[in-house]
């Protein structure tokens, strides 16, 4: 079936510690994306990247890392700067126009 | 002011009403226009895609989209218990892989 895969569905990050969440998808879509969201704020853009070894910063993208050295993953790092990690992250990736999601990962910090 | 301005409910309406859902926005480059429906703890997932002005039906669901008043609405009709979510509408600019810009998300509560 093709999809977006997240995992875990859940992370525990301590304070200090970086954490990596993944995204693979099998759509051969070129456009990635990751998203984050929280109650009341919508969905914000974090990065995105259009083409392998290409990225972009989004709207709030201090505090986080990204790479794509493969067309098919997308890993998101939350780096210890990021002082407001615990939310509910999203991937997608994108056709020409339409964009898909994967399940998501809730992250929260202990 | 923001891009795209969403109401966010939570509305709640009785099985089998007429439920009317709406955007709008302030960038006149905007010309793809998605709505996504979000179950608790779940991924967004596409319901409907329009380009540029018009109407757009598949099955109870209609998309309609007002350029010239930059507004945008979905319909349900003969709504259902399991159309209970938190419905997003999403639009972008035309050409190229432009970025997403998402509403907040009206939350829906259709009541049996």
């Known amino acids: 079936d093709g999809g977006i895969t997240q995992s875990p569905k859940y992370l525990f990050r301590k304070e200090g510690q970086n954490v990596t969440l993944s995204c693979e998808q099998n759509?051969?879509?070129?456009?990635m994306y990751w998203y984050r969201q929280d109650p009341g704020q919508g969905l914000r853009l974090i990065y995105y990247?259009?083409?392998?070894?290409?990225?972009q910063k989004g709207d709030i993208a201090e505090g986080y890392s990204v790479s794509r050295e493969k067309k098919e993953s997308f890993p998101l790092t939350v780096t210890s700067a990021q002082k407001n990690p615990t939310a509910f992250y999203l991937c997608a990736s994108r056709s020409a126009v339409k964009a898909f999601f994967g399940q998501g990962t809730r992250l929260t910090v202990v | 002011q923001k891009e795209v301005e969403q109401d966010p409910g939570p509305l709640s309406v009785p099985e089998g009403a007429i439920v009317s859902l709406n955007c709008t926005y302030s960038n006149s480059a905007f010309q793809y226009f998605m709505w996504y429906r979000q179950y608790s703890r779940k991924g967004p997932e596409l319901l409907m895609y329009t380009y540029s002005s018009g109407n757009k039906e598949d099955g109870r669901f209609t998309a309609q989209v007002d350029k010239s008043s930059k507004y945008i609405s979905l319909f349900i009709r003969d709504s259902q218990p399991s159309d209970s979510a938190t419905y997003l509408c999403?639009?972008?600019?035309?050409?190229?892989?432009?970025?997403?810009?998402f509403g907040t998300g009206t939350k829906l509560q259709v009541i049996p």
């Open positions: 990247s259009q083409i392998v070894n290409d990225f």
């Open positions: 999403a639009m972008s600019a035309t050409g190229g892989y432009q970025k997403v810009t």
């Open positions: 759509l051969n879509h070129d456009a």
